[in-house]
């Protein structure tokens, strides 16, 4: 009933009727909340520039979130909080622009708000109904792809295993192809085994219907990809490339296009494009409100730590922030005031003598962290992300600690997935150093909003007061 890579053969069509359905959706969500303000559509002058603006941001925002991309094998709730944070960015800018042009006393709010609750209900709407279009396609045996897999060691396996935990991709393996006679002839992971001269005889001879073949070899394999792709050179059936790179400590990885030629990222930081955005106004925002509601308390601080010891209120200290660029941090100092050898920085230790009593009320409570704040403010830092160490740390544990310098592929956080799980304080040995950084990077790998926002909560109940910080 359908032709073989329909969706496929027509995806740009597809893609762009998406587009411009999203837009329709923005604009008559507009109109049915006007409607059900006023009772009518003579809608005024300044209602329909603002329709327009929303569409028109909608075309924008939208596509930065990957929104019309293939979203086949991903789960369902990524694209609902993938359309989500989209449209959430379109009304920010939206309220923005009212505000900026202080033309925000023109609407009326019930029409906003029905506006921006019917637009995001009709946009996720949309996508529920495609995915559940395409679930019964596929179950009905339509908009399925057959693939062979080339390589039946450990790194095609692991695709097999991954293929049949997800059959909502409509991915069916037929047979693997391996030179390895040992191999041919079983079964692994429930699929045949079979030499590639045999499955190259069945695409040529019995005109299997086989769409796609993945090239699942090592590295090292390249003059063998070449002679199966010379063996595969009648054939018009599409061929993929399933790089071994999984033994590889990836972070991010994706593959992009540069100047047309396709490029593999091992690894890159998550801040880019939309993400960086979001970050950005997520920092700028909250340490906005939290700066307002802090700074009694920051007052109340700084005239503890002057009443403490003599020497200045604030504490600052270069240390490395995004891309591994020095940064100057601030905190209250918790100190007495001394001097250290040139290029030393000592650990505070427990009942250590240079912190002072009120000192050690800070750093027990991270009260100490509060003018970090300012940090996030200037764009050095953010709310959410690893600890910044001192320079002289880094230097000591970058050759000690496997990846350890690209927990600076994002900006330095006032607190962290580490800090939460009861990774701060003291590092005094290497098996310390090794857990943070593991879940800094666990935290770079998986970053979203989401993410943020729960570490955040979870420090309000868990990362203030520790024991180990002294």
């Known amino acids: 009933m359908f032709k073989k890579g329909l969706i496929r053969e027509y995806s740009p069509v597809i893609s762009f009727g998406a587009r411009i359905l999203d837009l329709c959706i923005v604009i008559g969500a507009g109109l049915l909340a006007y409607y059900l303000r006023f009772g009518h559509l003579r809608i005024y002058d300044y209602y329909e520039l603002a329709l327009v603006v929303g569409a028109l941001l909608s075309a924008i925002i939208l596509p ?88 039946a060691g450990e790194l095609g396996r692991n695709v097999a295993r991954q293929l049949n935990d997800a059959p909502w991709v409509g991915y069916d393996l037929v047979a693997f192809w391996d030179d390895n006679p040992e191999l041919q002839g079983k079964m692994i992971e ?12 069945q695409l040529e001879r019995e005109k299997k219907h086989i769409d796609e073949i993945w090239l699942a070899l090592p590295l090292r394999a390249e003059e063998r990809m070449r002679e199966v792709l010379e063996m595969l050179r009648h054939s018009t059936v599409n061929v993929r490339l399933v790089p071994d790179i999984f033994g590889f400590h990836l972070l991010n990885h994706s593959v992009t296009e540069v100047a047309g030629v396709p490029v593999l990222d091992l690894r890159s930081s998550p801040m880019q494009g939309a993400n960086r955005v979001l970050k950005a106004i997520e920092d700028r925002v909250l340490a906005a409100l939290i700066l307002l509601l802090i700074s009694p308390l920051m007052v109340l601080i700084a005239v503890g730590v002057k009443a403490s010891s003599p020497g200045p209120v604030l504490f ?31 650990q505070a230790t427990k009942d250590d003598p240079r912190v002072t009593r009120f000192g050690a009320f800070l750093r027990c409570t991270s009260l100490d962290e509060l003018p970090q704040f300012f940090n996030v403010l200037q764009g050095r830092m953010s709310i959410v992300g690893p600890r910044p160490h001192a320079m002289a ?30 990774w701060r304080g003291e590092t005094d040995t290497l098996d310390k150093m090794e857990k943070r950084v593991e879940y800094d990077l666990y935290y770079i790998e998986n970053w979203s909003l989401w993410l943020d926002l729960k570490i955040i909560v979870l420090t309000i109940f868990r990362g203030f007061v520790d024991k180990k910080a002294y």
């Open 64 to 151: 930065l979130f990957k929104l019309y991309h293939s979203w086949r094998g991903k789960e369902l709730w990524r694209q609902i909080w993938k359309t989500t944070l989209a449209w959430a960015v379109v009304v920010l800018i939206l309220v923005l622009l009212a505000f900026g042009f202080k033309s925000g006393a023109l609407y009326s709010r019930y029409w906003a708000v029905i506006w921006v609750l019917l637009a995001w209900l009709g946009l996720v709407l949309v996508r529920v109904a495609v995915r559940l279009l395409f679930n019964f396609m596929r179950k009905r045996g339509w908009n399925h792809r057959h693939i062979y897999i080339m390589g």
């Open 393 to 422: 740390h880094n230097e000591l544990y970058k050759d000690q600690v496997e990846a350890y310098m690209q927990r600076h592929r994002v900006k330095p956080g006032i607190t962290g997935w580490a800090q939460i799980n009861g």
């Open 316 to 346: 600052k200290q270069k240390r490395h922030g995004w891309d591994g660029k020095p940064i100057k941090v601030y905190k209250f100092r918790t100190m007495k005031v001394h001097q250290e050898k040139e290029g030393q920085v000592t």
């Open 190 to 201: 429930s699929v045949p085994v079979i030499s590639c001269e045999e499955g190259c005889k």
